[in-house]
Nanobody
Framework: QEQFVESGGGLVQPGESLTLSCLGSKNIFNGNPIEWYRQGPGKEREWVAGIDYDGYPRYLDSVKGRFFVSRDNTDVTVYLQIENLEPEDSGVYYC?????WGRGIQVIVSS
């Protein structure tokens, strides 16, 4: 079954760091870029970062320097490390590849 499963979300305080994981099925992970999207409360889903199969990262300008994307092709996992979390980072984070979406994982940044 083709799927992605996100993990690593939760409640964190402003200023803390968090790493999200996205575990994929081999047939949709291998050879494909993987993208991370975020949907904040009452907001549209927006793209925040992506990584090509060869490891080349791409970022939304507003998150550069705080978001870091990486992948382990052996473990078919993509990571999104978020540093210095802000309340505006709250939302549901989704990974997507080959037009297959994960179910999302919630991140709440609050003191």
């Amino acid at each position: 079954q083709e799927q992605f499963v996100e993990s690593g979300g939760g409640l964190v305080q402003p200023g803390e760091s968090l790493t999200l994981s996205c575990l994929g099925s081999k047939n949709i992970f291998n050879g494909n870029p993987i993208e991370w999207y975020r949907q904040g409360p009452g907001k549209e889903r927006e793209w925040v970062a992506g990584i090509d199969y060869d490891g080349y990262p791409r970022y939304l300008d507003s998150v550069k320097g705080r978001f870091f994307v990486s992948r382990d092709n052996t473990d078919v996992t993509v990571y999104l490390q978020i540093e210095n979390l802000e309340p505006e980072d709250s939302g549901v984070y989704y990974c997507m590849g080959a037009n297959v979406w994960g179910r999302g994982i919630q991140v709440i940044v609050s003191s």
